[in-house]
């Protein structure tokens, strides 16, 4: 029985369309420095022992995802009706490795933003696992009765490690993912949260 749904935001409920490549160019601009061997992951590690440095790296990646939630992003179709529908039955979440800015703007766009209960962004954790604890924690439901809906395999591995029920959505063009229950749009979701509720 699924009590609970804890969605990711960019690629399940919209396409933001902004790479890693732009973000670091984004951040190396801001920062003043290259990254090393360690990418981004490092800059932003090195930034956070400097807290100058890391509100200008961030005050750049907000940039970038504003622009891009104003400019390119694009909307699955199927988004508003089902997250609508959803949202009338059981109590959501929103997590997003986005900054709370963009997450704010892309819920308000799409007039969803009512029926997510609680948000957790980048502000609030850098770490996948632990925006679906937080989640969890705030939804007031039982792990194994929470349902999160994503499209990456980090999702997929930080939802098992929690030890919540997880779908991947598996838009065109992306890669396989073994071992997950996938669904190529949110338009199937509803059914298959009902058969999940049936075992």
Known sequence: MIEGIIFDMDGVLVAL?????????????R???????????????????DRKLYRRLMEAI???EVSAVEGRMKVFPET?????????????????L????AAEMVLEKLEIKQFFR????????FFRKEQIEKA???LGVDK??????????????????????VVIVRREGQAKLEGAQIISSLDELPKMIENMSER
């Open 17 to 29: 369309n902004v790479s890693l490549e732009e973000m670091v160019k984004k951040a190396e601009e």
């Open 31 to 49: 920062a003043g420095f290259k990254p090393d061997q360690s990418g981004f992951r490092g800059m932003l590690e090195r930034a956070m022992k």
């Open 62 to 64: 907000d940039e970038l």
């Open 80 to 96: 508003r009706r089902i997250i609508a529908y959803l949202g009338e039955r059981y109590p959501l979440a929103l997590v997003t």
């Open 98 to 101: 986005q900054g709370r800015k």
């Open 118 to 125: 609680f948000v957790f962004t980048r502000e609030d954790s």
């Open 136 to 138: 969890i924690q705030a």
């Open 144 to 165: 194994e009765r929470v349902l999160m809906v994503g499209d990456r395999r980090s999702d997929k591995t930080a939802a098992e490690e929690v030890g919540c029920k």
